[in-house]
C-alpha cells in the first residue's frame, strides 16, 4: 500500500495541478481576453490567469 501511495505522489507532481489552497478546488490556467482603450483605439490583450473557485464567478461573470 505504501508503494502505491508514493507512486500517487510522483505522479500527481509530474502532472502539476495547482490546488488553491484557500478553496481547495483545482487551479485551472486560461487566457483571459481584455480589450484595453489606448489611444482613442481598442487593443486586445491576452492576460493569464488562473481560475479556481474563489474567483470563478468574477472571471467568468
Ligand atoms: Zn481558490
Not at 13 to 24: F, H, L, M, W, Y
Not at 38 to 59: D, F, L, Q, T
Amino acid at each position: 500500500m505504501a508503494k502505491k501511495q508514493s507512486f500517487a505522489d510522483k505522479a500527481n507532481k509530474k502532472s502539476q495541478v495547482s490546488i488553491c489552497p484557500i478553496c481547495q478546488s483545482e487551479i485551472s490556467h486560461i487566457k483571459l481576453v481584455m480589450a484595453k482603450k489606448v489611444n482613442n483605439s481598442w487593443r486586445m490583450a491576452n492576460k493569464p490567469v488562473g481560475v479556481c473557485k474563489c474567483n470563478e464567478a468574477e472571471i467568468y461573470g
